[in-house]
């Protein structure tokens, strides 16, 4: 596979399925560039899965840098994405612009934003200044204290219709991607179909054009976490857990 460039993945769209995992080091991002995976999203699910908090809302802009710079050192070919974490776009457009660039310098090809109509003005700016968005509706994780937790969304046909209407609204500001997290499939299946850009499910069945997983859940790092979206491709939980202790029993003796 050679390098995966923005034009490759809007090309895909209805003709090749798009496979997308988080990461957030070298290490793991080495082993991501030696899978094929397309891109790869520097989420700021780094929030539960690195610093092990309940939600995503203290992840820092400079946290983000920071693990955006360490995966760029161990991929080449795949597309990097960006989390723009919680606060570091919400007070202006301003301060958005300056973050994003942030994380454009430490290495992203895109960055990611969650919301609708309220980001429409954000993407626009930022698409103006060069720096490609992806967008990111539905079970929006920063939006946890507004419903209560995380919840699938689009249960109702209002909140289906906002959602649809969130999805057109980023692609007409500039969005060249969006992730469909925790929705219907038939609602993800409309927006797909909707949309020229590619769509990125996550809980939001097969219809989508390509799929995303936070790395440390289809490696099964965790055994108590087992959402029913979820495919664990190993069990790592086990493994890593009889590797320690058998090095523990080892140092004992």
């Known amino acids: 596979m050679g390098k995966v460039t923005l034009p490759v993945l809007k090309k895909m769209k209805g003709r090749e399925k798009i496979a997308m995992v988080t990461c957030y080091d070298a290490s793991f991002a080495r082993l991501v560039e030696k899978s094929g995976v397309e891109s790869v999203l520097v989420g700021d699910s780094l929030g539960n899965v690195i610093k092990g908090e309940s939600n995503t809302l203290g992840v820092s802009i400079s946290e983000m ?38 994380l454009m310098k430490a290495g992203a090809e895109a960055v990611k934003v969650e919301g609708g109509a309220e980001v429409a003005k954000l993407i626009s700016k930022l698409t103006s200044f060069g720096i490609p968005v ?5 079970l929006t994780p920063q939006y946890v204290n507004k419903f209560g937790g995380f919840g699938k969304r689009g249960k109702t046909p209002e ?18 991607m969006i992730v469909l997290e925790g929705i219907p499939e038939k609602l993800a299946e409309d927006i797909t179909a909707a949309l020229k850009i590619p769509t990125i499910g996550i809980g939001a069945g097969k219809a989508t054009d390509g799929q995303v997983l936070v790395l440390y859940d289809l490696l099964g790092m965790d055994s108590s976490f087992n959402p029913s979206f979820l495919k664990k491709y190993a069990d790592l939980d086990d493994t890593v857990t009889k ?3 058998a090095y523990f029993a080892d140092v004992k003796k």
């Open 243 to 245: 590797a320690l202790t």
């Open 134 to 138: 992806v967008g990111h509706a539905g």
């Open 159 to 176: 909140e289906r219709e906002f959602i649809f209407e969130s999805a057109k609204i980023i692609e007409k500001a500039g969005a060249e």
């Open 65 to 102: 840098e920071y693990h955006v710079k360490a995966v760029r050192k161990g991929i080449t070919n795949p597309f990097l994405i960006a989390d723009m974490p919680f606060g570091s776009y919400q007070v202006s457009l301003e301060k958005g612009l300056r973050n994003a660039i942030k």
